[in-house]
């Protein structure tokens, strides 16, 4: 290339990597006659690649399939994997309490206006879907009613009847009208956790309510053998603004219910606590604790165990 007359450089060749692609039509892009191609890959190619596919496939498949074999072998329809130390939930049951309403604005409050039948029948149905399933159970075989003197194999489940919770029944409209609200106790289920009872009078904690501790020494050697429940108003102000209160069937969860191992139709014993006269128009906090000697106590409001908290307010 030479430079005459002090003219521009001509072009003699053009690069090649500067050659225009050839545009390729839709037609041509699903099916290259040329070369024998559809969509980029000969049939061959997509055969290959079919191929792989399938046996990377089936090889995911085989061990998706073995994985899930293994599981299922290690799984009990009836028996946990894990139990006590080693499950999740681990040997300390919790204490909770019903009605519980689905507000979660409301918290652990139940607050009621007694001159207002609407309020406390919110409350009276929360209590009657609660404890719906307890009340289908009438007449059902696999429950036998049972008692401190009976015996019973550990597959038999006991009745709990809700005739026995005094006047905390729906007739009565669990004492939501009248301004003598009952809530309902209850200890959460954990597969084959029995109990160690405090049932010698003269071996009892020292924190131990005195009211529980004389109730203790006045029921019969046999009758002790519950997980025994106290309630009390957490602060001083709420003991005096609590009032007097009533446990039905009794202040314990008898022994029979337990241990709890999948029965079929089992369900978890009850306590209704009835509050016969807390003070109006102020917030009364109640703790209630469940006492046994496997029981661990802790009265953190971040790391609560063994109790439980709701407030009462009756407008």
């Known amino acids: 290339m030479s430079k005459k007359n002090g003219s521009s450089p001509a072009l003699t060749e053009m690069p090649t990597w500067y050659a225009p692609k050839e545009k390729i039509s839709f037609g041509k892009m699903i099916y290259d006659k040329k070369n024998g191609t559809y969509f980029g890959r000969t049939p061959k190619s997509w055969g290959q690649l079919m191929l792989f596919y399938i046996i990377f496939y089936i090889i995911l498949a085989g061990l998706f399939a073995t994985c899930m074999q293994g599981l ?94 005094g006047p905390c029944t729906k007739q009565n409209s669990y004492g939501y009208k009248n301004g003598r609200p009952c809530v309902f106790l209850k200890l959460n289920k954990i597969f084959g956790w029995e109990p160690q ?50 446990y039905y069937p009794s202040r314990g969860f008898a022994a029979y219910y337990y241990p709890f191992l999948n029965q079929p139709g089992y369900l978890s014993p009850l306590i209704a606590v009835q ?40 407008d």
């Open 72 to 165: 299922f072998s290690a799984l009990n329809d009836k028996t946990p994997l894990r139990q006590l130390k080693d499950s999740l939930i681990g040997t300390n049951p919790g204490l909770g309490f019903r009605p519980l309403s689905e507000e979660t604005e409301r918290g652990s409050v139940i607050q009621f206006d007694t001159k207002k039948p609407d309020e406390g029948q919110y409350w009276v149905s929360l209590l009657d879907d609660f404890l719906d399933s307890y009340s289908n159970r009438n007449g059902d075989k696999q429950s036998k009613i049972c008692g401190f003197n009976s015996t019973h194999n550990s597959q038999q489940v006991c009745f709990v009847d809700i005739d026995s919770f």
């Open 197 to 246: 009872y405090y049932d010698d009078p003269q071996h009892l904690p020292d924190n131990m309510p005195i009211d529980l501790q004389e109730h203790i020494g006045n029921v019969s050697q046999l009758e002790r053998q519950q997980i025994w429940v106290s309630c009390h108003g957490q602060h001083s102000n709420d003991k005096e603004k609590m009032g007097a209160i009533n």
């Open 275 to 314: 509050f016969e006269k807390p003070k109006v128009n102020e917030m009364v906090t109640v703790e209630c604790r469940a006492w046994a000697k496997n029981i661990i106590y802790s009265g953190s409001n971040r790391d609560r165990m063994g109790s439980v908290v709701f407030q009462l307010y009756i």
